[in-house]
């Protein structure tokens, strides 16, 4: 390219400005990114001192030719924003007889980054006669920006529209408009396609208004555990404007609104959650899985006052529920509670040991440490770890009592430890709650098995590569990754009879059921779990030999 005398530039562009010359006025503005930024400036200065019924037509005619010389030099749109602020009626009027499409869409476009309100009407009627794509996504953009909330519906049908760039502008315009009702018809949206309900959910928690949380909170009870476990991801990130609807949730009686519920406000480690979550344990819920999610979500709290309610989960009937207790004691532990776990573990009997045992499997430090000058305590901490318990348990309990001054105690524990078979079995087990972790660790042990934990799917299907399993446990509400998704990952290196998966709920939705058959699950089985459960399903899908 030859190059362009800078002088020249100028002295051409002030020319053409003078006598209003808007073809050649083009064809030397078309060449600005050959010139030095001193001379640059100079001709933006031209153009913003021009006469704005000659500037604004020029400005629209090159971005809409030069969409790349637009971006590159976003001087140009800002100077024609700033002159259509100045002649509003200049940029209607262009708009009505402008017939070139590249050129209406840049008008449009202007029209919703100036806010322009005296255009909502007219761009809804080119809404509502314009065919072309291309002009109507600009124009659901630019009513999004004004906020014209009488274009709810109509940007609302775009929802619907088979197009997926026209569905997508209409997502993001109503997000912008933010008003109960177009927050609705983003709802009604959800479950149609797992991309689409993402940007939905995500611009619900931009917002973050009373209406956007409240539909974040909805989609808590939602049939699709994508759904599920957007919102409470969400909801965890948000925080603090959360908690309120959140602790509301905790008067329903809905057992997988309340699980999830949980689940949130113990991530969240809001302290106002507190008394509500004991007000619900105080009423002794019948399931099982809530108990324990109350008890997890405590276990993440700081309980001061009250926390000698705690104990009373050790004598739970479910031993999932004991150790979620166990986890939320650890966490809070007081003389109050040590004094109360103490009288509990002092005659030495069958509660005795089994306090014992859910506190080792649960790997609580501060109990142990706590209640190990107890002798009946002592006694069944010292059996459990020689005869039954995992070795990484063992391990770290005897490391722990080293540590702390009770070499003999921890000699005893290794001098007893006894080798046992081989485990015959490789268990994958994925799960995004640590304390469910410990439990499968546990149990999996006693059924004979080599347990292979992880908090994060992703880290499971790393491992899956180089070490694969024998069978693989999965929990289905996992954020990032949840097993429905894990199972179909699954699925693409190994069928249903080399690698039996098992997926494990708390939820029985039919629509996560059959996603669950149609990714290749062996079987579904639901919490709470114990060593039968998991035994039965690893011999029934030949993990272990029939007994």
């Known amino acids: 390219m030859p190059e362009i005398n800078a002088r020249d530039f100028i002295e051409e562009l002030r020319f053409d400005i003078r006598e209003k010359d808007m073809i050649k006025a083009k064809l030397v503005l078309s060449k600005i990114g050959a010139v030095d930024d001193s001379v640059r400036k100079m001709a933006l200065f031209e153009l913003n001192r021009a006469d704005d019924a000659f500037t604004i037509p020029l ?34 009027a262009m708009l009505t007889r402008e017939a070139k499409r590249e050129n209406r869409v840049v008008l449009v476009e202007v029209a919703g980054e100036i806010r322009l309100e005296e255009g909502a009407p007219q761009l809804m009627g080119i809404l509502n006669e314009d065919e072309d794509e291309v002009v109507i996504k600009a124009v659901i953009a630019a009513l999004g ?8 519906t109509p940007i609302s049908e775009y929802l619907y529209s088979g197009s997926l760039e026209l569905t997508i502008a209409a997502i993001y315009a109503l997000g912008q408009l933010a008003t109960p009702t177009a927050f609705q018809r983003l709802a009604e949206k959800l479950g149609a396609d797992s991309d689409l309900d993402i940007m939905i959910m995500d611009v619900f928690t931009a917002d973050q208004s009373p209406a956007a949380i409240e539909r974040l909170n909805e989609a808590l009870s939602s049939h699709f555990a994508h759904l599920r476990n957007a919102a409470k991801q969400r909801m965890r990130d948000m925080g603090g404007k959360a908690v309120p609807i959140l602790i509301s ?8 609104l309340l699980i999830h519920t949980l689940n949130v406000l113990g991530a969240i480690a809001d302290e106002s959650a507190i008394v ?6 105080h009423n002794e819920p019948k399931d099982a899985n809530v108990r324990f999610a109350a008890y997890e979500a405590l276990g993440l709290l700081p309980v001061e006052k009250g926390a000698v309610a705690l104990a009373q989960g050790l004598s739970d009937p479910v031993e999932n529920v004991r150790a979620a207790a166990a986890g939320a004691i650890d966490r809070n532990y007081n003389p109050m509670l040590a004094a109360g776990l103490k009288n509990l573990i002092r005659i030495g009997d069958k509660e005795t040991k089994q306090v014992t045992e859910t506190i080792l499997n649960a790997g609580c430090e501060t109990i142990f440490l706590g209640l190990l000058e107890e002798e009946p305590f002592q006694i069944c901490a010292v059996d459990f770890l020689c005869r039954e318990a995992h070795p990484d348990v063992r391990t770290h309990f005897a490391g722990l009592m080293q540590k702390k001054g009770y070499g003999s105690l921890a000699a005893r524990v290794s001098e007893k430890a006894c080798s046992g078979d081989s485990p015959s079995l490789k268990v994958f087990a ?12 546990g149990i999996l042990h006693s059924l004979g098995c080599e347990p292979k934990l992880f908090e994060f799917p992703a880290e499971a299907l790393k491992a899956l590569k180089s070490d694969p399993p024998d069978f693989i446990f999965t929990d289905l509400n996992m954020p990032h990754i949840n097993g429905i998704e894990l199972i179909r990952e699954v699925r693409r290196q190994f069928d249903k009879a080399t690698l ?15 996603a669950a058959v149609e990714a290749g699950v062996n079987a579904i089985l639901h919490k709470p779990f114990n060593a039968e459960d998991l035994g039965r399903v690893l011999v029934d899908h030949g993990g ?3 007994k």
């Open 59 to 92: 400005i629209v005619n090159l971005v809409a030719e030069n969409r790349d010389l637009a971006r590159t030099y976003p001087q140009l749109k800002e100077i024609l924003y700033a002159k259509s602020m100045y002649h509003p009626d200049m940029l209607l």
């Open 145 to 152: 920006m004004i906020g014209e909330t009488a274009a709810t």
């Open 249 to 256: 949730n905790l008067l329903h009686d809905d057992p997988d």
């Open 276 to 281: 509500p979550i004991r007000k619900l344990l």
């Open 430 to 441: 994925v799960d995004d709650s640590k304390m469910i972790l410990n439990i499968y660790r």
């Open 500 to 514: 039996p998966i098992v997926m494990v709920t708390t939820q029985n939705e039919t629509q996560d059921n059959e």
């Open 544 to 546: 272990l030999p029939g």
